[in-house]
C-alpha cells in the first residue's frame, strides 16, 4: 500500500507524474489505492522519503557506470554453455544470482512468476534421463505413419522437419546419458499460472535477464526448450519437483561454470527489420 507523509511531502509532483495509472491526485497527494499497481515508481522518484509502499521508502541506486560498450560486450560473451566445469556454486552466489531475478518486469507488474532450483545433481541427472526417454517416446509416436498424417496437419512441415532432426539425435543418445542439463550443477525452471496477466513473457523476460546477470557471476547458462515442454507434458515430473498442477512451465534455464573460453562473438545473419 502506498502512503505519502505529508510532513515530509515537498509537493514537487513527481510522484504524480511518475505515476502510469493517474493513482496518485494532484496537489492532494492521496492515493487512490484501487488504480495502484504497486510498481513503485512513486517511492523510487521521491527525493524525500515521503512516499512508502508498505511502509517501505526504498534503496538508493548508485548511478550506472555500464557504457553502451560495456553493455553490447556482455551480450556477445552470453553464449548458450553446453560444457560445464564440476565446479559447485556456492550458496552466496546463488544467493546473488537468484535475488536479482525479481527485478525483471512482468506485465502490469503482477510479479506472479515462481522458480524452481534443482539442485541436486543425481537428481537433475534422473530427471533429464526421464525427460530424454519420454521424448524418445513422443517422437517415435509422432512419426509413427498413423499419427504422422495428424501430427504434420496440425504442426506444419517446417516444425516437423525440425522435430524429426530431434528425433534423429535422441536415437542416438545411449541411454543415461544427459544431453540436456551436460553435467551443470543447477537447473532453473520458471512457471506461472496461465491466468496471469502475460506469464510466458514474464517467465521468459526473467529466464532473459538472468542470462545476462549469470555472466557477470562468471557463469554460464543454456535455455532448454526439452525440459520446458516435457515438464508441461509430464504431470508426474512436474509434481516431483513441486510445481503447483495449475501452472505452466514457460522458461528452463541451465547454469554452472562454463568449460570452454570463447574468445569471438557468434556469427549472426543479418537482422530482418523494417524502419518506417
Ligand atoms: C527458447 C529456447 C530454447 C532452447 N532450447 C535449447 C535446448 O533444448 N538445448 C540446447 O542445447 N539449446 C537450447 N537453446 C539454445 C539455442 O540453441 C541457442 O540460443 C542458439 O543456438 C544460439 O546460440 P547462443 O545462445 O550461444 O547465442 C534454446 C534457446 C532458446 C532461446
Known sequence: MIKIDESKCIKCELCVMSCATNAIKPKEYTVR???CMGCSHCVAVCPKDAVTQDDKIGEFIEPHNITPGNFENLIYTRKSIRNYSKKGIDNETLARFLDLMKYAPTGTNSQKTFVTVLKDRDFISGFAVDTIEFFKKLTKLAFNP???????????????KKMFSYKKALQRTPKGKDILTFNAPLVVVFHASPESTTPDMDCNIQASYSSLHAVTLGLGTCFNGFITRGLNANKKLKKQIGIPKKNKVYSTLVVGYPELDYKKRVIREDLKVNII
Request: with cysteine; net charge positive; charged share 30%.
Open 33 to 35: 489505492q484501487h488504480r
Open 146 to 160: 498413423v499419427t504422422y498424417i495428424f501430427v504434420r496437419l496440425i504442426m506444419g512441415k517446417d516444425k516437423c
